[in-house]
């Protein structure tokens, strides 16, 4: 007999061939001056970002705007490791991931994301921070 626990995990390809649960948050008060986090409770599966302003642009990354947000001691801004969207779009992405930034270049916006999320523990996802592309 096996003492072997099969579990979800990142490696896990079932974790990500199922319909995933559903996430769903937004902010009016997106702005330049702090990044605003979106935190998922399990690992997502795909992520879809909606710029709802009628005028200003939004940046979207996966790590926050500047050095030393949120605990990250490299930032987004550094080398431009964002996504530009415009007033009235929307992006989506197939990635996994713990959580997103997202923050103006100038200016007040609102955003809404959805999310799917695995099975998969936020605690098994591991951090971004200084990876090549993302915050560095």
Same mark, same amino acid.
């Given at each position: 007999?096996?003492?072997?626990?099969?579990?979800?995990?990142?490696?896990?390809?079932?974790?990500?061939?199922?319909?995933?649960?559903?996430?769903?948050?937004?902010?009016?008060?997106?702005?330049?001056?702090?990044?605003?986090?979106?935190?998922?409770?399990?690992?997502?599966?795909?992520?879809?970002?909606?710029?709802?302003?009628?005028? $200003?642009? #939004?940046?979207?990354?996966?790590?926050?705007?500047? +050095? *030393?947000?949120? /605990?990250?001691?490299?930032?987004?801004?550094?080398?431009?490791?964002?996504?530009?969207?415009?007033?009235?779009?929307?992006?989506?992405?197939?990635?996994?991931?713990?959580?997103?930034?997202?923050?103006?270049?100038?200016?007040?916006?609102?955003?809404?994301?959805?999310?799917?999320? $695995?099975? #998969?523990?936020?605690?098994?996802?591991?951090?971004? +921070? *200084?990876?090549? /592309?993302?915050?560095?």
């Amino acid at each position: 007999m096996s003492n072997f626990y099969y579990t979800a995990g990142l490696h896990n390809v079932g974790s990500y061939q199922v319909a995933g649960r559903p996430y769903l948050s937004g902010s009016t008060g997106i702005n330049a001056s702090t990044s605003e986090r979106f935190v998922f409770p399990q690992v997502s599966k795909s992520i879809l970002v909606k710029n709802t302003d009628s005028s $200003t642009a #939004i940046r979207v990354g996966f790590a926050p705007r500047a +050095d *030393g947000e949120h /605990g990250y001691t490299h930032g987004a801004n550094d080398n431009a490791n964002y996504f530009i969207l415009n007033a009235g779009k929307e992006i989506a992405f197939n990635v996994k991931c713990k959580e997103i930034f997202i923050w103006t270049g100038s200016g007040t916006s609102a955003a809404q994301v959805y999310a799917e999320l $695995t099975e #998969i523990p936020d605690q098994r996802m591991f951090t971004l +921070d *200084g990876v090549v /592309g993302v915050a560095s």
